[in-house]
């Protein structure tokens, strides 16, 4: 199963440390990454694979969700199938 | 992989723009539980509701956790109850709603429907007896739901019933006069019913369909309306394009609901209801999108016309984003759980008469509209019966779900609270259709049913 985590925040150093460590932790491969800066807020895209992962989605996504208060950013992740839904035909 | 601007924006849909599914409601069909026995029917309906359903919130929870969609309500919709228990006296059909009631509250759903008649053509003397025990039916329940349909493009339009019901409707709301005559919320008289609409008051599980099928009910309007804000100088033509669009959009996250939920209960896929549902949240208002396409305050003159822009770009966008489509399929204009609505009514843009108009172009009709206590029956049945005309003679569902709230007058407020939020008492016309009304008998239904 492949997702997209989106982070957005304000910019600062290490968040693509603090979030990429977790999934490595997890065992979640991280397929493909882009980051930008729009509107003054650091936003970062992930494309990841969780077939190897150690957790189950649900417990991916609160991990994620503690690691991002502690950096003080907001995190996203969605099954890709939503995005292929509804942006492709 | 997707562009940063896509996935930007479908996050957006849903975080910033209310993108929900509005409901998941399994259909169950209960033929092969009918008995002579009142017992016995229970029984083996609770064996059978648990059976398909019973992991029904549990998968709802897994999907709109793994794509971050909130899926609002979890439902059960029945084969109409009346069909099953034919003949039943008054107090076993009082157990059979109350033990409904309870399997809804045992596999956590929100809402059960199928407490429901289908008297479009004859009304006998035992169906007569399952409709008079509708208020008891709602008044000891919370979660159960019914409806009466009664009329159809092909058969006519049944007055008898109409006629009883406007009584039905007064009774409920007396019964429920503690909790502003809420019972009414939880019924609703259609023409034209259909046998796969996911949405409640009136959903039950027709007669057509099989053994069970998973029917999904999408919502959005704030998507829509945001999209509409960001084409401030736009003519007509591209405001149509833009709600097709994102409207086609909106339904494919029903589609993929659809699909994940019909896998993981192996129930197979019913339709999506290409709808637009609103709540009481603000920025998740039908009013505000047709206030947005260019009417000052809703129920202003335009406010017809852009209904039927709306409802139709969003029929169009949907169409092609969902296999089968079907239910109500259109926006619902609901007074009271749209605060759009509500502010029409309470700035007086907004009358009964113009809803009524809305109604010839929306999906469905007078939904949760609240009227003085002391309406008199007669006239809620003369409402009723222009509606159900309505739909019968231009071929389309409509429905009424009105509400005298008992002790209550013009210009008061009711607030049900959650999903169906608050309202201010409607003026209603109190002119009598007496005469009309008690001519009782049935109407031959409109030439255009001859077309075969």
Redesign the interface.
Known sequence: MRA?I?VVGKDKVGIIAAISSLLAENNVNIL?I?Q?I?QGFF?M?M?VDLQGAKVK??EL?ELLKKRAQEIGVDI????E???N???RI | ??T?Q???E??N?V?QNNLDIRTITVGISLFDCVSENPQVFIDRMKKKIVEYAGSLKEVAN?IE?????PIVNRRVALTPISLLTYGFECNDLIKVAIAIDDIAKEIGVDLIGGYSALVHKSYDEKTKRFISSIPEALAETERLCSSVDVGTTKSGINLDVIGHLGYVIKEIAYKTKDKDSFGCARFVVFANATDDNPFMAGAFHGVGEGDSAINVGISGPGVIKRAVEEKQDASIEEIYETIKRMAF?IT??G??VLKYASERLNIPMGIVDLSLAPTPKVGDSIAEILEEIGVEKVGGYGTTFALAILNDAVKKGGAMAASFTGGLSGAFIPVSEDSGMVKGVEEGALSLEKLEAMTSVCSVGLDMIVVPGDTEPEVISGLIADEIAIGVYNNKTTAVRIIPAYGKKEGDEVNFGGLLGRAKVMKINKFSPHKLIHRGGRVPPPIISLRN
């Open positions: 997209i989106t493909d882009s930008t729009m936003t895209i494309l989605f649900s996504k996203n992740m969605q099954h199938d939503l995005f839904s509804i942006n | 992989m997707f940063s896509e996935i930007i479908t996050i849909m975080k897994e956790d793994m794509f971050g969609l959009k494919r996250a589609q993929l």
